[in-house]
C-alpha cells in the first residue's frame, strides 16, 4: 500500500511536532496545520486520508472547520481535545467527526485508532459502511446473521454463540438499556436467577475485548452503572 497522509491540526506546535513524530515512526506522510482555515487550505492542494483535529483554535475552531469540510470531503477526521465534557464529544460527532480522543493521549491508543479508521475507510471505498440485507450496522460496526460474526472497521471478529445473540440484543435497540436479568433472559431463555448479573458480566466484558480497541473505554457497549448495559448509537 502507497503511503498515507494524516493532517495534523492544532494551534500548539509542540502538540503537532509531537504527534507529527508518532505517526512518521508508523510510517505516515504528515501535513501540518496551526488552525482551521490553513486545514482546508491544505485539504484544497494535498491529498488526506485522515486528519487529526484539535477543537479550540484561532481564525476558525475545530468544530467550524469540520462543518466545512464535511460539505466536500468524506476522509475520516479523529477529533483531538482537552474538552472532555459529553456534550463538546457529540457535538463533534453529529458534525461528523468519526471519532474522538481526549487530551491527554495514550500514543499507544491514539495510533490504533488511526490505523482502525483508515482501514474501515479505504475498506469502504472512502464511506461509511451499509447496512445490507441480514445486517445490522452501527457506525463503523456490522454484525453479520449469515456468518454470525462481527466486523469492526473492516476486520472479521469471531463470537461464541451466547457473545453473538447479546450483541445482537443490543444492536438492534441501539441506546436502549438492558437490565442484566433482562438480558439473560432474552439471551439464554431461562428465567434470572439472583446470580446471572456475573454470567453476563462476564460475557460483556469478552465482547468488549474483542470489539474496542480500549476495552476500559468502550466506544459501543456501554455499561450504565446500578442499571445494565446498552449499544451507543452512532
Same mark, same amino acid.
Given at each position: 500500500?502507497?503511503?498515507?497522509?494524516?493532517?495534523?491540526?492544532?494551534?500548539?506546535?509542540?502538540?503537532v511536532?509531537?504527534?507529527?513524530k508518532?505517526?512518521?515512526?508508523?510510517?505516515?506522510?504528515i501535513?501540518?496545520a496551526?488552525d482551521?482555515?490553513?486545514?482546508?487550505?491544505?485539504?484544497?492542494?494535498n491529498? *488526506? +486520508?485522515?486528519?487529526?483535529?484539535?477543537?479550540?483554535?484561532?481564525?476558525?475552531?475545530g #468544530?467550524?472547520? &469540520? %462543518?466545512?469540510?464535511?460539505?466536500?470531503?468524506?476522509?475520516?477526521?479523529?477529533i483531538?481535545?482537552?474538552?472532555?465534557?459529553?456534550?463538546?464529544k457529540?457535538?463533534?460527532l453529529?458534525?461528523?467527526?468519526?471519532?474522538?480522543i481526549?487530551?491527554?493521549?495514550?500514543?499507544?491508543?491514539?495510533?490504533?485508532?488511526?490505523?482502525?479508521q483508515l482501514?474501515?475507510?479505504?475498506t469502504?471505498?472512502?464511506?461509511?459502511p451499509?447496512?445490507?440485507e441480514?445486517?445490522?450496522?452501527?457506525?463503523?460496526?456490522?454484525?453479520?446473521?449469515?456468518t454470525?460474526?462481527?466486523? *469492526? +472497521?473492516?476486520?472479521n471478529?469471531?463470537?461464541?454463540a451466547?457473545?453473538?445473540k447479546i #450483541?445482537?440484543l &443490543? %444492536?438492534?435497540?441501539?441506546?436502549?438499556?438492558?437490565?442484566a436479568?433482562?438480558?439473560?433472559?432474552?439471551?439464554?431463555?431461562?428465567?434470572?436467577?439472583?446470580?446471572?448479573?456475573?454470567?453476563?458480566?462476564?460475557?460483556?466484558?469478552?465482547i468488549?475485548?474483542?470489539?474496542?480497541?480500549?476495552?476500559?473505554?468502550p466506544?459501543?457497549?456501554?455499561?450504565?452503572?446500578?442499571?445494565?448495559?446498552?449499544?451507543e448509537?452512532?
Amino acid at each position: 500500500m502507497e503511503e498515507q497522509t494524516i493532517l495534523v491540526v492544532d494551534d500548539n506546535k509542540e502538540i503537532v511536532f509531537s504527534l507529527g513524530k508518532l505517526l512518521e515512526y508508523e510510517g505516515y506522510h504528515i501535513l501540518k496545520a496551526y488552525d482551521g482555515m490553513e486545514a482546508l487550505e491544505i485539504l484544497q492542494a494535498n491529498t *488526506v +486520508d485522515l486528519i487529526l483535529l484539535d477543537v479550540m483554535m484561532p481564525r476558525l475552531n475545530g #468544530l467550524s472547520a &469540520l %462543518m466545512k469540510l464535511r460539505q466536500a470531503y468524506k476522509i475520516p477526521v479523529i477529533i483531538l481535545s482537552a474538552k472532555t465534557e459529553e456534550s463538546d464529544k457529540v457535538s463533534g460527532l453529529i458534525m461528523g467527526a468519526d471519532d474522538y480522543i481526549a487530551k491527554p493521549y495514550n500514543p499507544a491508543e491514539l495510533t490504533a485508532r488511526v490505523a482502525a479508521q483508515l482501514r474501515r475507510y479505504h475498506t469502504w471505498g472512502g464511506s461509511a459502511p451499509k447496512a445490507q440485507e441480514d445486517q445490522l450496522v452501527n457506525g463503523s460496526l456490522i454484525l453479520d446473521r449469515k456468518t454470525k460474526e462481527a466486523i *469492526v +472497521d473492516g476486520t472479521n471478529v469471531k463470537l461464541t454463540a451466547k457473545e453473538y445473540k447479546i #450483541l445482537e440484543l &443490543l %444492536m438492534e435497540h441501539p441506546g436502549q438499556v438492558f437490565s442484566a436479568e433482562k438480558i439473560y433472559e432474552r439471551v439464554w431463555k431461562e428465567v434470572a436467577a439472583f446470580t446471572v448479573e456475573n454470567t453476563v458480566m462476564v460475557h460483556i466484558r469478552h465482547i468488549r475485548e474483542k470489539l474496542e480497541i480500549d476495552p476500559k473505554n468502550p466506544k459501543y457497549v456501554k455499561v450504565v452503572w446500578g442499571i445494565g448495559y446498552k449499544m451507543e448509537k452512532y
